[in-house]
């Protein structure tokens, strides 16, 4: 089992950026898929980013695509999460996953580790 940490939310006005970092440890963090997924009380996880194993391979739900960036790096075993020009909506739990297939999947079904999530709070 992989141990994922997130850190690096906060509360941010409109139009600002964060940028969010999940640290794993475990098996080797080059056997994940890693993505991003984000909630709000009351509803279900939902998809903002992911990237295979290599980095080759990113996708992004339409709500968050040419604003935020997942980005990998093997060698320090860890993802992140670029997010510029934020939104009041962008605002929820944020959420680092992996799962050892070799393809991102982008139904929180599909992730079986998960970190403790991070706070972001966008204010208008």
């Known amino acids: 089992q992989v141990r994922l940490v997130e850190s690096g939310g906060g509360l941010v006005q409109a139009g600002a950026s964060l940028r969010l970092s999940c640290a794993a440890t475990g098996r080797p963090f080059y056997d994940y898929t890693m993505a991003w997924f984000r909630q709000t009380p009351g509803r279900e996880p939902e998809f903002a980013a992911g990237i295979n194993r290599l980095g080759n391979r990113i996708y992004y739900a339409d709500s968050v695509k040419g604003r935020f960036t997942i980005s990998r790096d093997n060698a320090a075993n860890t993802v992140y999460l670029q997010m510029i020009s934020l939104k009041p909506e962008d605002t929820a739990i944020y959420y680092c996953?992996?799962?050892?297939?070799?393809?991102?999947?982008?139904?929180?079904?599909?992730?079986?580790?998960w970190g403790q999530g991070a706070q972001v709070t966008v204010s208008s």
């Open positions: 996953t992996a799962r050892t297939l070799d393809y991102v999947g982008q139904r929180a079904v599909d992730y079986t580790s």
